[in-house]
């Protein structure tokens, strides 16, 4: 799964900002020490969430899942983990409505799915992009928590996960982010612009 940003690039010198260190649980000075933590916490997360007890037990499309999965991903990083954002972003609701927006995708995702309405591909799909685009609950990590929300949802309902681009790193600039960036565009200008980001997601 491609949620891990690049922690070997040149970039790995660069200061953290001042404005972000304030809420860094650990000690770190440079984007590199950063993304090597955020790296080995997903990492965590990841087995937790696609751990057999947890698949078993859990439902990914309850709000209490939502930011659970956000904690387990960045616990150990970020004191703001698994916590709803209040700050107004370029991207996203109002702040003050993510409460009532969470609930909304969460319900028109299972309707979805329940009803067969799209394929379970579809359905994850199309609820990835109302949750990143649409909402973007949180203050960092909205990509990354939502992609692998999305495989979770998919597992739950029989598919395997999701390959967003086969190895490249989508958290990194390139062509891959480029791609996805675009994809989730295209479906916020049209509703049934499907494909480009479904395909991208099992290429």
Known sequence: MNFLADHKTADGNIPIRAE??????????????????????I???QKWAFGPRVMAASNPLEERYVRLLHGKMFEHVW????VYR?????IGC???????????????ALQWLENKTFSV???????HHKLVSTVHPFNNGNGRHARMLTDVVAVKWGRPEFTW???????AEGAA????????????????????LLEFARS
């Open 94 to 108: 109002d702040p003050r409505e993510i409460v009532q927006r969470i609930p909304q995708v969460l319900g028109n």
């Open 165 to 171: 681009g086969a190895g490249t790193k989508i958290a």
């Open 20 to 41: 972000d260190l304030e809420h860094l649980i650990p000690k770190l000075s440079t984007m590199g020490e950063l993304n090597e933590y955020e790296t080995l916490n």
């Open 121 to 127: 591909d579809e359905c994850a799909i199309r609820f």
């Open 43 to 45: 990492l965590k997360a």
């Open 177 to 196: 982010r480029a791609a996805y960036l675009g994809a989730l565009r295209g479906l916020d200008e049209n509703e049934n612009n499907v494909k480009p």
């Open 86 to 90: 209040t700050h107004e972003l370029s």
């Open 79 to 82: 004191k703001w983990a698994g």
